[in-house]
């Protein structure tokens, strides 16, 4: 019981408070004079750096680097929460209430800002597992139909359009959703197939490789 109350003050009460602030922001509190992006997203780029991190350079694997995201994946992403189309555990916890009262400007200049910041670089390893992992991102791994990461996520995952870039991303992050994926929690037809057949061991080495992008 303790540790459900505890719970409840660290994760709950600071989401309500910040989803307080990103309604004000998003329904004129901070509305530019100017019309220009960074003035548009002032108020909601303070509330969303609560958990994405300065600049959107996350330091807990909870919440994913946003930091040189592609801007169209951005806008997918939020346009899927604030219609609740995207209804994985932790969309629908974190993220539902937060881009409820976003508009298609208010998302379109979220995305703009994100996409302009410079990715995290990752961490270099040469250890067997990220050996393994860059072997399964570029020739995928035939015998179990799983196909080259490489081919869509480009050759440093640097993502394409409505493709995210994954380089640089927190590996449990990235763990997190290929289990969602597989599971079809976060529901993508192509991911879906892409991922159902990779084990556990699998799923570790490919985003181990992935973080050190």
């Known amino acids: 019981m303790r540790d459900n109350e505890a719970w409840r003050r660290i994760v709950l009460i600071p989401a309500a408070l910040a989803l307080v602030a990103l309604t004000v922001a998003a329904c004129g509190g901070t509305q530019p004079e100017s019309g220009s ?18 600049e959107g350079r996350s330091i807990s694997p909870t919440f994913p680097r946003l930091a040189g995201q592609q801007k169209d994946y951005l806008v997918a992403q939020l346009q899927a929460f604030r ?63 799983v196909p080259a990461c490489m081919s869509c996520h480009g050759e440093q995952a640097e993502g394409n359009g409505p493709i995210p870039r994954l380089g640089g991303q ?13 599971s079809m929690a976060r529901a993508n037809e192509i991911m879906h197939e892409n991922s159902k057949d990779l084990t556990a061991e699998q799923i570790s080495e490919v985003t181990a490789y992935l973080a050190t992008l």
């Open 37 to 54: 992006a960074d003035s548009t997203v002032a108020g909601t780029v303070h509330v969303c750096s609560s958990c994405h991190g300065s």
């Open 83 to 145: 219609d609740k189309t995207r209804a994985d555990p932790h969309a629908q916890t974190y993220m539902w209430g937060m881009a409820a009262q976003l508009s298609d400007q208010n998302i379109d200049a979220i995305a703009t800002y994100y996409a302009s910041q410079a990715p995290v670089a990752g961490k270099p390893s040469a250890s067997p597992e990220t050996t393994a992992g860059a072997k399964i991102y570029a020739e995928g791994i035939p015998s179990q139909g």
């Open 170 to 182: 927190h590996q449990a992050y990235l763990a997190r959703q290929l289990e969602a994926f597989a």
